[in-house]
């Protein structure tokens, strides 16, 4: 059994799911989304089983990112995940759609995540991926101190704003003692398509600095490119392309990188937490 942090409710497991592991970034914006839904449909494009779970209650964006908008059954009180790209979903998007926002308060926030891990069938799956809110709050807190992550990957850009946020986000899963099995920066440079100069929209290097001056191991950098936000826009992550795409190459290289780290990261935490390969 994981650690306690705090002394708190215990950290417990999902039945069923080997490995949780959360999506988070202290700003807004940097492409947690986007890296998780490219992330857990490369998961599921090398074969393991899948899981996405839209913690963004606030502002889901997984349904449109993933091209799906149904509403869920339940079945005896437990809700039936969607699928779509071999990836089984639930997010708040899909019951309540639309553009109303909702406003909840600490305590029903925690109870709808505490729904969406433990009254949704995800069956048996290698990996859910939770695709966590901007900041460094309740929600996080909440989701971190009652599951048993695996793992947290922390989503940042190369500018300084974007990485003091992340140096947050990486502090705060070391609070509650979730390893960081890496940090990813996204949107790291632009290619022209005229002259294919690399140009540093928001500066370049920070990513993989911050990472080594904290200790964290970097996970790579992602371009910035409009086939990415297509792909996010139009449901059809770019992940659905096949591997001669050099960004669906990138994602699924990063998911390669993120099942070897959750391994790894199992086996310095000891025993207790199963490995899978
Ligand atoms: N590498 C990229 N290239 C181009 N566009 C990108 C890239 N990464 C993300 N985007 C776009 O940037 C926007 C923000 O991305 P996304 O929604 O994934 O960020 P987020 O961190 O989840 O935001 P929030 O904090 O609001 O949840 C989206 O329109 C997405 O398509
Ligand atoms: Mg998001």
């Given at each position: 059994m994981a650690t306690q942090p705090h002394g708190e409710q215990p950290q417990l497991p999902i039945p069923g799911v080997q490995h949780l592991i959360a999506v988070g970034s202290g700003k807004g914006g940097v492409g947690k989304t986007t890296v998780a839904v490219n992330l857990a449909v490369a998961l599921a494009g090398l074969g393991y089983k899948a899981g996405l779970l839209?913690?963004?209650?606030?502002?889901?964006?997984v349904p449109l990112m993933m091209g799906i908008q149904e509403t869920p059954h339940a079945v005896d009180d437990i809700i039936q995940p969607l699928e779509q790209y071999g990836v089984r979903l639930m997010s708040m998007g899909f019951l309540s759609p639309g553009d109303k926002p909702l406003v909840w308060r600490g305590p029903m926030l925690h109870s709808v995540i505490q729904q969406f891990l433990r009254r949704v069938?995800?069956?048996?799956?290698?990996y859910l991926i939770i695709d966590l809110p901007p900041g460094t709050g309740d929600v996080q807190l909440s989701l971190i101190q009652t599951a048993s992550i695996s793992g947290a990957i922390v989503v940042t850009t190369p500018s300084d704003v974007s990485l003091e946020d992340a140096r947050k986000a990486v502090n705060m899963f070391g609070q509650v003692r979730v390893p960081i099995l890496g940090m990813v920066e996204n949107m790291s440079y632009l290619t022209c398509?005229?002259?294919h100069e690399r140009i540093d929209v928001f500066s370049t290097g920070g990513g993989r600095r911050t990472a080594e001056q904290m200790g964290v191991y970097f996970l790579g950098e992602l371009a910035l490119d409009p086939a990415v936000r297509i792909g996010g826009d139009s449901g059809n992550?770019?992940?659905?392309?096949?591997?001669?795409?050099p960004h669906a190459a990138a994602y699924f290289q990063m998911a390669r990188d993120v099942v070897r780290r959750v391994a790894e990261v199992g086996q310095e935490s000891g025993p207790s937490i199963e490995v899978t390969d």
């Open positions: 839209d913690a963004d209650v606030y502002g889901p964006n069938n995800w069956g048996e799956l290698d398509p005229h002259c992550p770019i992940t659905l392309k096949d591997s001669g795409d």
